[in-house]
């Protein structure tokens, strides 16, 4: 069965400051990989996916993560965060018809 | 038009009682799942079907039970409720291997 692992519980960073949010897999197949956002009382929203193809993935609100097979890695990052951007972020990793999600990081940004 | 929908969105209710939570997607799914969200923000997959058929079933209490009366619509029922069900329960929605997952809003399940 696969594990996801997201090293970084809790990130406090300021405004305009870059983010990187680390995730690990543990799968030896195909694997499809997502990450989502959780705002605080809200359902998940899909951040970005990861299907085939060009390994750096962009997606909505300035959000990229790059796909690093040979390290099991997908790691979440934007250059300079907002204030908006204080959530839980989760990352998740299909494998057939399995979504596993990581332990989710909170991330807080002070104005 | 909502994709997935949940209700009830909150739920308080008494040790013991047995109460439902439904589900329902519009986007012409095949595959539908229950997710549980503990305090911590940790979120466990607990079923998946497809097409009406059972798929996934991790380890949960046999109290809970889902039921797919048609691939649109899942709906998990629990028995003899205990203060550990008390938690977020998520819905979701896959149209296959080239498709991410929609959820939904998420039922807020308080136990006392």
């Known amino acids: 069965a696969q594990s996801v692992s997201q090293h970084n519980h809790h990130v406090i960073l300021s405004e305009a400051a870059s983010l990187e949010l680390g995730c690990n897999y543990s799968y030896g197949g195909t694997v499809n990989l997502f990450w989502y956002v959780q705002y605080p009382g809200q359902h998940l929203q899909l951040l970005l996916k990861?299907?085939?193809?060009?390994?750096l993935v962009k997606g909505i609100k300035g959000f990229e993560a790059e796909f690093i097979k040979s390290k099991f890695s997908f790691n979440l990052r934007k250059p300079s965060v907002q204030w908006s951007d204080t959530a839980e972020y989760f990352c998740a990793v299909r494998a057939g018809n399995m979504l596993t999600f990581g332990g989710g990081t909170r991330l807080m940004v002070k104005p | 038009d909502t994709a997935v929908s949940q209700t009830p969105k909150y739920l308080v209710t008494q040790m013991g009682n047995d109460k439902s939570i439904k589900c329902e997607q519009n986007l012409g799914h095949d595959t539908m799942y229950w997710y549980k969200q503990d305090s911590k923000k940790f979120l466990k997959i607990m079923f998946s079907y497809n097409n009406k058929e059972l798929i996934i079933n991790e380890t949960v209490p046999n109290r809970f039970s889902p039921k797919s009366p048609d691939k649109a619509h899942l709906n998990l029922h629990i028995n003899s409720l205990e203060l550990g069900d008390s938690a977020v329960y998520f819905c979701?929605?896959?149209?296959?291997?080239?498709?991410?997952?929609?959820f939904g809003s998420g039922t807020r399940l308080t136990v006392v």
């Open positions: 990861y299907f085939s193809g060009d390994p």
């Open positions: 979701a929605s896959s149209g296959g291997d080239s498709y991410g997952y929609t």
